[in-house]
């Protein structure tokens, strides 16, 4: 690395190789990550199984905007005479409260009689019925205070008339017929049949709960969702979600058909109110109605009146023909006097004629007279005056002229009294057109009092007949847009969220306790943690972990892993002792560790025995004085002298302690004796360095089980007699931080030349492929599955 790369840069090789590891970690445990999930699956169907699915019910209803639709007929006739302008806005917030509120849902609850449930009892879970319930109960009265801790009451069906009602619990047992009040302890019931639903039913125990019907209305108004659909629209999504579908929908359906029904009583209510001030207008305007047309009646009859407008028209049609009348009289009567003074001026001459006389016979004798006077005058003509003919005509003259003057003196005198008559009558009909003003004025007002009248009246009933209408066919305020109904898959448990949740769970479940395990694990569990702690002393072996029934000594001609790996040790310490230099006579290898219980004996019998195969003389030594172990594999040596007393009587001799091993030929055993008070006083002895000098010209390994480090000194104070030390850490139960003590005791002189030996290993944590290795090198059968699965739960 250059001196320009960063001191914390690490190469992209090392971060993969150390997220293998950390991988490698939780992949080492696949077996309890294929039980996990297996065990979360299994409990997530064995849940979905047994849990009682919910479904989710959904109804859809419109709210009539009754402002387009024009109200109710009660506000519309109250608004056609002025009043309540404005009144039928619709809030829709409003509506959906209402659609919420506790008193709607309680009448709900008491229509379906919401605070009696009834169950199967299954095997594993119970079923609650619906429809399917072989009968009805309707509860008559019950007192809520005594329902509690009722538990369920158990009814079997007798036969077709009769059941029986039990509660185990309160030792209560009734028989009963189907349609007769049944008194409980909470209260009173009655049972009504529904065979033909329930018929499967009928043979088995049904379970009834028995609620308080304002805890069933709070359950299930927790549960109703009442939404808009769209901020613009008055369109209401009414849902809710219960194990029973048709439970659910029968609930939604009777809410929206009570919300109907208030809503009617409401708009008809406004109706009624409204027939009713209609009615009572209508008294008073029929009562007012009638006194003006009596008093219209009175008036005609007063002043003997029948129509005055006919009336007051013919008297003007009177006076037109009057004055016609009038005028005709005094025209003949001018046209008399001019005749008449003319007939006295004029002595024998022609009349006029045609001046449009009444009289026909006045007129005849004026045309006879001139006819006359014409005669005359044509025979004057032709004779004279004297002539008899002529004579005869004028004395006929004279006569006719005389009759003529006669009938115009009668005709003026005539004509004189009728105008006379006119004249009165004149003043007659002068006072009549006078008088009619005054009383078509005083009848006018009659009239428009009655027709005012009239008109209020016949709308007043007009109103009251639309009113009527409006109560007997009122619309409803909500329109179903869509009746309940049920989602098909339940929205609770939901399977594929639940599998899911078991698939993640089964694999977080191990993942976390392999983490927890480790975070909270401070012992050496493999090579690579040794490594990762201390550097300065090598690992020169791994002991794998005996499996159960495993047999703890190496025996001849083994291939079992146990044996390659002491094995491999046994190469590895000729690279020591050589870098260690050579030396006349055996080599002293010490076995130690930091505490007791790390295998220390274990190790020491299985290399000295991997030593002796290879035709090595071998000795094992007990040098642990305080707590001898030997005997654990070498039965009855603990009874033999050994090195205690060797250090002790002089006149001992290390043959006469030196006892043969069972184990092998080329193994010798000698054990520590008996236990002394100060074993280290006995180490510092000079004697000491002669029992290590002898024993090497003797063998050519000398294998010493020490006592513990840490907990005595006794391995420190002979530890210079040591070729090479064995360092036992065992796997598992060695703490990390008690690594560093055979360091620092190696630092500080204590200890020479240091391998360390992790004892106990794990087949997961065995380093370096040695567990692939040795089953192919030596041909051993490897563990089944089940097999290794099996190990895997001993271990745990």
């Not at 019910?57 to 006739?77: P, Q, W, Y």
């Not at 509120?101 to 879970?125: C, I």
């Not at 072996?541 to 025996?555: A, D, F, H, T, V």
């Amino acid at each position: 690395m250059s001196q320009n790369t960063p001191p914390n840069y690490r190469p992209p090789q090392e971060e993969e190789i150390d997220l293998r590891e950390e991988l490698t970690k939780y992949l080492r445990h696949w077996p309890w990550f294929v039980a996990g999930v297996l065990v979360c699956l299994l409990g997530a169907f064995l849940y979905l199984r047994y849990t009682t699915p919910v479904y989710n019910t959904v109804a859809t209803i419109i709210i009539k905007d009754e402002d387009k639709n024009g109200g109710s007929a009660g506000l519309e006739a109250f608004a056609d005479l002025g009043m309540f302008n404005g009144l039928g806005t619709n809030s829709i917030e409003n509506e959906i409260g209402i659609l919420k509120s506790r008193r709607l849902l309680n009448s709900v609850g008491q229509n379906l009689q919401l605070q009696v449930r009834y169950f199967e009892k299954g095997t594993v879970r119970t079923n609650e019925l619906y429809q399917d319930r072989p009968f009805n109960i309707q509860v008559l009265e019950y007192n809520e205070e005594k329902l509690e801790d009722l538990g369920f009451f158990e009814v079997n069906i007798l036969d077709a008339t009769s059941f029986e009602i039990s509660n185990p619990e309160l030792g209560f047992t009734k028989k009963a017929a189907f349609g007769n009040p049944v008194e409980l302890p909470f209260g009173g019931i009655i049972l009504t049949p529904k065979f033909e639903a329930g018929k499967e039913k009928i043979d088995k125990t049904i379970l009834v709960s028995f609620g308080s019907l304002e805890g069933a209305v709070d359950s299930y108004r927790s549960r109703l969702q009442v939404n808009l659909t769209d901020k613009n629209s008055t369109l209401i999504e009414l849902a809710l979600q219960d194990a029973v579908r048709r439970k659910a929908q029968d609930i939604l359906d009777r809410l929206i058909y009570e919300y109907n029904r208030e809503a009617i009583e409401d708009k008809n209510q406004v109706s009624l109110n409204t027939a009713e001030f209609i009615e009572e207008r209508l008294a008073i305007i029929s009562s007012e109605l009638d006194s003006v047309e009596t008093g219209k009646q009175e008036f005609k009859t007063e002043n003997r009146l029948t129509n005055i407008e006919a009336e007051s028209q013919l008297y003007i049609e009177n006076a037109s023909e009057f004055r016609k009348e009038q005028l005709e009289v005094e025209t003949q009567l001018e046209l008399a006097n001019t005749m008449i003074d003319y007939l006295r001026n004029d002595k024998d001459g022609l009349l006029p004629a045609n001046l449009g006389f009444s009289e026909a016979s006045l007129v005849s004798a004026i045309q006879a007279y001139n006819q006359m006077v014409l005669e005359r005058n044509r025979v004057l003509s032709g004779s004279t005056e004297l002539n008899p003919v002529v004579v005869n005509l004028n004395d006929q003259i004279a006569d006719m002229k005389a009759n003529v003057m006669q009938s115009l003196v009668n005709l003026r005198n005539s004509l004189q009294i009728s105008r006379k008559d006119l004249s009165a009558r004149e003043a007659s009909i002068n006072s009549q057109i006078a008088g009619v003003p005054s009383k078509e004025k005083q009848f006018r007002g009659i009239l428009r009092q009655q027709n005012i009248k009239e008109a209020l009246y016949l709308f007043l009933l007009q109103k009251r007949e639309e009113t009527n209408l409006s109560l007997a066919a009122t619309a409803p305020k909500a329109k179903i847009v869509d009746a309940a109904y049920s989602s098909k898959q339940p929205v609770s448990p939901k399977s594929k969220i639940i599998l899911l949740a078991a698939l993640i769970l089964g694999v977080l479940i191990p993942f976390l306790v392999i983490y927890i395990k480790n975070l909270m694990n401070n012992k050496v569990q493999s090579r690579a943690d040794m490594e990762n702690e201390v550097k300065q002393i090598p690992l020169v072996g791994e002991i794998p972990k005996l499996s159960r029934g495993q047999k703890e000594i190496i025996e001849n001609q083994d291939r079992s892993v146990l044996a390659e790996s002491f094995r491999i040790l046994h190469t590895n310490l000729q690279y020591l002792l050589v870098n260690a230099g050579a030396k006349p006579g055996g080599n002293t290898i010490f076995i130690t560790s930091t505490v007791k219980g790390e295998g220390k004996t274990f190790v020491a019998f299985n290399l000295a025995i991997t030593l002796a195969q290879a035709e090595k003389k071998v000795l094992i030594v007990g040098g642990d004085l305080r707590n001898p172990q030997l005997q654990r594999f070498e039965s009855g040596a603990k009874d033999h002298r050994g090195v205690s007393d060797y250090l002790v009587n002089t006149g001992l001799e290390l043959k006469e302690l030196i006892q043969s091993s069972k184990l092998h030929n080329n193994l010798d055993l000698l054990v520590s004796g008996s236990i002394p008070p100060n074993p280290s006083e006995l180490w510092r002895q000079e004697k000491t360095a002669t029992l290590f000098s002898k024993l090497e010209e003797m063998y050519d390994y000398i294998i010493v089980d020490t006592a513990p480090a840490m907990l005595v000194t006794d391995t420190f104070l002979i530890n210079k007699y040591a070729d090479l030390t064995l360092y036992l850490v065992r796997a598992g139960y060695t703490e990390k931080k008690l690594l560093n003590f055979a360091v620092e005791a190696k630092q500080q002189g204590k200890l020479g030349d240091v391998g360390y030996i992790l004892n106990d290993v794990e087949a997961a944590h065995f380093g370096y492929g040695n567990k692939y290795g040795y089953y192919y090198a030596y041909g051993e059968e490897q563990d089944s599955f089940w097999k290794k699965l099996k190990n895997r739960a001993a271990f745990w």
